[in-house]
Each structure stands twice: as structure tokens, then as C-alpha cells.
């Protein structure tokens, strides 16, 4: 019965545990806490108007600041004596729009990126469309389930990739002349930096302007 369930369903299985992402994930995790009180404290300090606390404000931010600078030298050391995983890094960071928070984001949210396929990796990742239908009635298309944690941290590389990255940029503003609205638009080249990282890492190659011939289609 549980065999036969495990077929029909094929649930997920999650890679083996390794005590260098574990360590990535803990400085991943503090250095969101910490960017979440940053924005926090200027939020704050905007509705200040005693010098005193303004000074305060400031001084808590610049602490945060260090803090956050902490942890980035931090985990280029961990990477450092990792060649593998920093190997994956490096390839993860010459795609146009991505910066190393997203890279060590994508390692120790995504540690499949390199075995799957496309669809795959866009379903892992909650990016992949899925049309409501029943009997002859058709829906529109949206997104569901996955992993949360990637679509947050790969929202604001997809706005600069729309920006500055020449591929990504021509498939935005064609999916806008094809009438897509924005929000859809912009799913979809989450969704293509996650296919393109997926290909990337499998084929163990940087980011080039030819990259749909590494497969990330």
C-alpha cells in the first residue's frame, strides 16, 4: 500500500543533509533576521524627531550594516575551503542580476539546482504554471506550492535582470507586448533565472549571451 502510494504521488525527497549548507542556512537565516530589523529601524526613523533618538536610529542601522557585513565575509570563508560549492557559487553569480545573497540563498534553499529538468526545477522553485480547468472550461494560469523561500529571494534579482540583463529583458517586454500583465511577466523570468541556474550548474558553466545553448529552455 505504501509503495504503491510513494508511486502515485512521488513525494519529494530531499538531498542528503550536508554540515557545509547547514552552516550557510544558519548565517542565511541570521542575515535575513537582520535585514528585516534594518528596514525596520528605517521605517522608524523616519517618524523620529528628536535628535537624540534620531542619533540612536542611525547609530542601531550602522550596527545592523556591520552586522550584515559580518556574515557576508563569514560565509565567503565557509565557501572558501568548499571548492564544489563555491565552484556553484561562482557560476550562480555571473548570471546578470544576481548578487551573492541570492546565490547563497539558491544553494542552501535549491541544493537540487544541477539534477533536474526545467519543469522541475520551475515546480521545485512554486514558478511553474498551472492552469485550473474542469471538463471544457479553462482557466487562467497561476502559480502554487514550492518552496517560498526561493521565489522571495529571486523577486528582486528578477527586476534587475529586467533591467540589465539583455535575455531576460527581451522576454519581459515581449510577454508585455503580448499583453501580459506585469506581475505575470515578471513570474515568468523568476522562472527562467531558476531554469537557467538549474542548467548552468548541471552543465558546469558561467552565464554567456548564448546561454540557451546550455539547454536552459
Known sequence: ?????????????????DETIDMLAELLAARRGLVKDRTAAANRGKSLTLAMLKRQCAQHRKQIDSQIEAID?????????????????????????IGAATAIALLVDMPELGTMDAKHAASLAGLAPVTRQSGTWKGKSFIQGGRASIRRAIYMPALVAIRFNPQLKEKYEALRRAGKLPKVAIVAIMRKIVIIANALIRDNRKWTLDVKAAGAT
Do not use: N
Not at 500500500?1 to 542528503?16: Q, V
Not at 565575509?73 to 542580476?97: C, F, N, Y
Open 1 to 17: 500500500m505504501l509503495a504503491r502510494f510513494g508511486a502515485i504521488m512521488r513525494p519529494e525527497i530531499p538531498p542528503a543533509k
Open 73 to 97: 565575509q563569514e560565509w565567503m570563508s565557509v565557501l572558501a575551503v568548499h571548492p564544489t560549492l563555491k565552484a556553484r557559487l561562482d557560476i550562480l553569480l555571473s548570471i546578470p542580476g
